[in-house]
Nanobody
Framework: QVQLVESGGGLVQAGNSLRLSCAAS????????MGWFRQAPGKEREFVAA????????IYGDSMKGRFTISRDNAKNTLYLQMSNLKPEDTAVYYC????????????????????WGRGTQVTVSS
């Protein structure tokens, strides 16, 4: 399995931007489809975005389109999430996750389709 560690969370005002990072170690990062999820208190874990391992196809949750950008640097074993025009409803713990593309398509956005998870980083957006 790959080990994942998120960073970059914090407290920001609405309308501002934040970039999250996810550092991977262990197995080869470049073989995995990578995703971001988030979970707010009392709510289910929600799909944010995902990116394929080599052609960098990306998909997004509906409420993130146009505001969030997922990217990856396979040479640095790092996944990113650039978040812009943040809203108070974006407040959540953000998790990065990895899955084997031979077992599950990027278009399967269920959190259960991902095999490895980080511990999360808190993002709080104040109004």
């Amino acid at each position: 399995q790959v080990q994942l560690v998120e960073s970059g969370g914090g407290l920001v005002q609405a309308g501002n931007s934040l970039r999250l990072s996810c550092a991977a170690s262990g197995r080869t990062f470049s073989i995995y489809t990578m995703g971001w999820f988030r979970q707010a208190p009392g709510k289910e874990r929600e799909f944010v975005a995902a990116v394929t391992r080599s052609d960098y196809t990306t998909i997004y949750g509906d409420s993130m389109k146009g505001r969030f950008t997922i990217s990856r640097d396979n040479a640095k074993n790092t996944l990113y999430l650039q978040m812009s025009n943040l809203k108070p409803e974006d407040t959540a713990v953000y998790y990065c996750a990895a899955k084997d593309p031979s077992k599950s398509s990027i278009y399967n956005t269920a959190w259960g389709s991902y095999d490895s998870w980080g511990r999360g980083t808190q993002v709080t957006v104040s109004s």
